[in-house]
């Protein structure tokens, strides 16, 4: 069973630059095509960030892509989320998943990202 | 692209069966045999639970049911169970990105 793990920065200031990395255990992000980012804000509903795939082509939610850059490192088994110039609207727990075909099979834990001075 | 519009909140009775619409546009719900459900208790992660508009991926029980008609997609809950009591978050591939669902609530009363 794949295990997916966030990590990174809980508190980030105004107009910083969010990073976070999405370990993969279990599994080679190698073996599938693609790997996205998701987003929850607090009491609020999911927001689809991005997605990358294993030979490093990507695609963004047109509401985020001028800020959001999405890499992955197939030597170390993660990939990463930047996401740049935050204010306190980008505050949320941050997911990483795992496509199984056109939907998100398997998810990380999340992490919470607060935006804040 | 705006958001798939879902019911705020459902109910039922144990035993009963709870429906949940999802509605899109033509450019994602009604195009794409892509629409996927995902169940969040919370605090946790959102697990999925139906996958290209009907299936179920293994282990999830045969109680969830999914179908689309047009512009809109729905869940059907069959013998409610006090922890199917969750959010539940549609979600449409829509060509280059994916669109999720505004959530509705589950109630078991």
């Known amino acids: 069973q794949v295990q997916l793990q966030e990590s990174g920065p809980g508190l980030v200031k105004p107009s910083g630059t969010l990073s976070l990395t999405c370990t993969v255990s279990d599994d080679s992000i190698s073996n599938i095509n693609w790997w996205s980012w998701v987003r929850q804000p607090p009491g609020q509903g999911l927001e689809w960030i991005g997605e990358?795939?294993?030979?490093?082509?990507?695609k963004y939610n047109p509401s985020l892509k001028s800020r959001a850059t999405i890499s992955i490192d197939t030597s170390k088994n993660y990939f990463s989320l930047n996401l740049g110039s935050v204010t306190a609207a980008d505050t949320a727990v941050y997911y990483c998943?795992?496509?199984?075909?056109?939907?998100?099979?398997?998810w990380g834990q999340g992490t919470l990202v607060t935006v804040s001075s | 692209q705006s958001a798939l519009t879902q019911p705020p909140s459902a109910s039922g009775s144990p035993g009963q069966s709870v429906t949940i619409s999802c509605t899109g546009t033509s450019s994602d719900v009604g195009y794409y045999n892509h629409v996927s459900w995902y169940q969040q208790h919370p605090g946790k992660a959102p697990k999925a639970m139906i996958y290209?508009?009907?299936k179920r991926p293994s282990g999830v029980p045969d109680r969830f049911s999914g179908a689309k008609s047009g512009n809109t997609a729905s869940l059907t809950v069959s013998g409610l169970q006090p922890e199917d009591e969750a959010d539940y978050y549609c979600t449409s591939y829509a060509g280059d990105f994916y669109v999720f669902g505004t959530g509705t609530k589950v109630i078991v009363v």
């Open positions: 290209d508009v009907t």
């Open positions: 998943a795992r496509h199984s075909g056109r939907h998100f099979g398997d």
């Open positions: 990358i795939s294993q030979p490093g082509d990507t």
